[in-house]
């Protein structure tokens, strides 16, 4: 098993920039991969970026390609997620989860889940 916490949310102005933290306490965090998804108010929760165990690979949702970059340290047994150019439409909670294997982007693919933590962009 493995534990999530994440870490780095706030209230930014729109153009501004955040980096989430996700640490990760168990066994094994080299052995998964990590995603970042994210759920506003009435919307159902939905991939932001993934990387797979190694960091070699990651997938971004098309709505953040060029302004969010996933990334990990397995030292650390930590993934994060540089946010820049942040838009209104960027405001959620975004919560990190954690699968062995790669190439899954639904949320009902992971196995485990941080509590989450808060983004909000103003215009």
């Known amino acids: 098993q493995v534990q999530l916490a994440e870490s780095g949310g706030g209230l930014v102005q729109a153009g501004g920039s955040l980096r989430l933290s996700c640490a990760a306490s168990?066994?094994?965090?080299?052995?998964?991969?990590m995603g970042w998804f994210r759920q506003a108010p009435g919307k159902e929760r939905d991939v932001v970026a993934a990387?797979?165990?190694?960091?070699?690979?990651?997938y971004y949702a098309d709505s953040v390609k060029g302004r969010f970059t996933i990334s990990r340290d397995n030292g650390k047994n930590t993934v994060y997620l540089q946010m820049n150019s942040l838009k209104p439409e960027d405001t959620a909670v975004y919560y990190c989860?954690?699968?062995?294997?790669?190439?899954?982007?639904?949320?009902?693919?992971?196995?485990?889940w941080g509590q989450g933590t808060q983004v909000t962009v103003s215009s």
């Open positions: 989860a954690a699968r062995r294997g790669w190439g899954f982007i639904r949320a009902n693919e992971y196995d485990y």
């Open positions: 168990g066994r094994a965090f080299d052995s998964y991969a």
């Open positions: 990387v797979n165990w190694s960091g070699r690979r990651t």
